[in-house]
Nanobody, 124 residues
Framework: VQLQASGGGVVQAGGSLRLSCAAS????????MGWFRQAPGKEREFVAA????????YYADSVKGRFTASRDNAKNTVYLQMNSLKPEDTAVYHC??????????????????WGQGTLVTVSS
């Protein structure tokens, strides 16, 4: 599975961005998807997870109410809508895919495939 994340950029605090992650190489509807981020000098952290059918999502407490994960199985793409962005959201955002689970448990990084990441910078 190949994952290509895009949509990152520079935005002022309070602004919004939508990240996309296009998948190829496997039936997309058979993949549970996740979003993670890694800020400079910090460990990678969980952001969101979405089930194969979009029926269930998990979010990190730090983004709950501000970020929304969604997917379009017809377009083989998962999205992360990020609103009310804060400087502490600055990081490289990665998408990940798992071909076994319906939905990967919140917080775990047990995914089979990882994308290269897209940089989000939130200025104060």
């Amino acid at each position: 599975v190949q994952l290509q994340a895009s949509g990152g950029g520079v935005v002022q605090a309070g602004g919004s961005l939508r990240l996309s992650c296009a998948a190829s190489g496997r039936t997309f509807s058979g993949l549970a998807m996740g979003w993670f981020r890694q800020a400079p000098g910090k460990e990678r952290e969980f952001v969101a997870a979405i089930s194969r059918s979009s029926g269930k999502t998990y979010y990190a407490d730090s983004v709950k109410g501000r970020f929304t994960a969604s997917r379009d199985n017809a377009k083989n793409t998962v999205y992360l809508q990020m609103n009310s962005l804060k400087p502490e959201d600055t990081a490289v955002y990665h998408c990940a895919a798992d071909h076994i689970a319906q939905l990967v448990d919140a917080g775990t990084d047990r995914y089979d495939y990882w994308g290269q990441g897209t940089l989000v910078t939130v200025s104060s």
